[in-house]
Nanobody, 120 residues
Framework: QVQLVESGGGLVQAGGSLRLSCAAS????????RAWYRQAPGKQRELVAA???????TYADPVKGRFTISRDNAKNMVYLQMNALKPEDTAVYYC??????????????WGQGTQVTVSS
């Protein structure tokens, strides 16, 4: 069964840090671009950061300079290091495997999500 599994969410105070991880089952998605999305209550899911197979990255403006996406191809893992967290970063964060051309194009493969809550 093809799976993406997120972990690393939690409750943190504003200004704190968290590191999210996304594991892919077996060798699935090893040749895919990967991305992190988030969805806050009452809002649409939005792209946070994406990384190509060759580690080219893109970030949403609200997280530039604070978040860093990375990947370990040998372990088939993707990470999101989140620093200087703000209450507005509170959301469920999802991992996706897709295609990175001129921009990131998501697939229908999503993880179950991990909750990030930032208190003020």
């Amino acid at each position: 069964q093809v799976q993406l599994v997120e972990s690393g969410g939690g409750l943190v105070q504003a200004g704190g840090s968290l590191r999210l991880s996304c594991a892919a089952s077996g060798s699935t998605f090893r040749n895919n671009a990967r991305a992190w999305y988030r969805q806050a209550p009452g809002k649409q899911r939005e792209l946070v950061a994406a990384i190509s197979i060759g580690s080219r990255t893109t970030y949403a403006d609200p997280v530039k300079g604070r978040f860093t996406i990375s990947r370990d191809n040998a372990k088939n893992m993707v990470y999101l290091q989140m620093n200087a967290l703000k209450p507005e970063d509170t959301a469920v964060y999802y991992c996706n495997a897709g295609v990175y051309g001129g921009s990131y194009v998501p697939s229908d493969y999503w993880g179950q999500g991990t909750q990030v809550t930032v208190s003020s």
